[in-house]
């Protein structure tokens, strides 16, 4: 019966373990469902790129060149 005892290191890293895999679970079942939902057309897609409101002409790029700034 020697096999049987657990001392609070092992039960501490196999709760820590648990813990790890529900979370890790969580969270990959939570982007995988944004994914899912995101292809069915259920979700609109995030839009947190702030470079997408700036626009830039090719003119504003040739007269920055021109002018040696």
Same mark, same amino acid.
């Given at each position: 019966?020697?096999?049987?005892?657990?001392?609070? +290191?092992? +039960?501490?890293?196999?709760?820590?373990?648990?813990?790890?895999?529900?979370?890790?679970?969580?969270?990959?079942?939570?982007?995988?469902?944004?994914?899912?939902?995101?292809?069915?057309?259920?979700?609109?897609?995030? %839009?947190?790129?702030?470079?997408?409101?700036?626009?830039?002409?090719?003119?504003?790029? %040739?007269?920055?060149?021109?002018?040696?700034?």
């Amino acid at each position: 019966m020697p096999l049987l005892y657990f001392d609070p +290191g092992l +039960g501490a890293m196999i709760i820590q373990a648990i813990v790890a895999a529900v979370a890790g679970f969580v969270l990959f079942s939570k982007n995988l469902m944004y994914k899912i939902k995101l292809f069915l057309g259920l979700s609109k897609p995030l %839009e947190d790129d702030v470079f997408d409101d700036i626009e830039i002409k090719d003119s504003d790029i %040739e007269n920055q060149d021109s002018s040696g700034r």
